[in-house]
């Protein structure tokens, strides 16, 4: 069955430093791998998403995630923090053969001045 | 702003009171999708339709129903409401979602359902 984890319900990194919020997963066949934000009080935003070709995938508002196969992660990293980065991270996982996107529970990350 | 949108923003009512949830995807997009988002239980799938079809379901109760017209708006209504049905409801569309992995969903604003 398929499933997705975000181990750490939150992250806090100080502005300016890298951050990584973490995602690993499990599927039978190859893995569609997606990113979303959520600012408070707003809907989701698609960042990016992994399909096949180059392991490190870039997306919107300068973060980027890198697609391990071995390791089943694809974390979530940008290299200089923002306050406005401060939201709710979503990684989704899906097989080409299900319907489905499977969601991870979260992560909230903050960012501290 | 992903061209989806959602329709009302807010909604109070009643326990045991029916409301329904409108949805418009982006232009071009056949899928819709509808998520609800607790504290308690993260966000959680309900139903997809795909080009006036229900092609998926998941944690739905059966006191709530959609569908998807022909100009492709879906309706998501809740029925015979409790106190635990407050939430944000989302709605989102993707282009195919006929089994295409690589299809990305984008999201509208979603509507604040509390009941009181």
């Known amino acids: 069955a398929q499933s997705v984890a975000q181990p750490e319900d939150q992250v806090n990194v100080a502005e300016g430093n890298p951050l990584t919020v973490k995602c690993t997963y499990s599927?039978?066949?190859?893995?569609?791998l997606f990113w979303y934000v959520q600012y408070p009080n707003r809907g989701l935003q698609f960042l990016l998403k992994y399909i096949t070709g180059d392991n490190l995938v870039k997306g919107s508002y300068g973060f980027e995630a890198e697609f391990n196969k071995s390791q089943t992660s694809f974390h979530l990293k940008k290299p200089s923090a923002l306050v406005s980065d401060s939201a709710l991270y979503f990684c989704a996982v899906k097989e080409d053969s299900n319907y489905q996107l499977i969601w991870g529970a979260g992560t909230k990350l903050i960012i501290k001045p | 702003d992903s061209g989806v949108t959602q329709t009302p923003k807010h909604l109070i009512t009643a326990t045991g009171q029916r409301v329904t949830l409108r949805c418009s995807p982006r232009?071009?997009?056949?899928?819709v999708y509808w998520y609800q988002q607790s504290l308690d239980q993260g966000l959680q799938f309900l139903i997809q339709?795909?080009?006036?079809?229900?092609?998926a379901k998941g944690n739905i109760l059966e006191r709530f129903s959609a569908q998807q017209f022909p100009d492709l708006h879906s309706e998501l209504n809740l029925s015979s409401l409790e106190l635990g049905d407050s939430a944000l409801y989302f709605c989102?569309?993707?282009?195919?979602?006929?089994?295409?992995?690589?299809?990305?969903?984008?999201f509208g604003p979603g509507t604040r359902l509390t009941v009181l």
């Open positions: 232009s071009g997009d056949l899928s």
């Open positions: 599927v039978s066949g190859n893995p569609y």
């Open positions: 989102a569309s993707s282009v195919a979602g006929s089994g295409r992995g690589s299809d990305t969903q984008y």
């Open positions: 339709y795909y080009n006036g079809e229900e092609r």
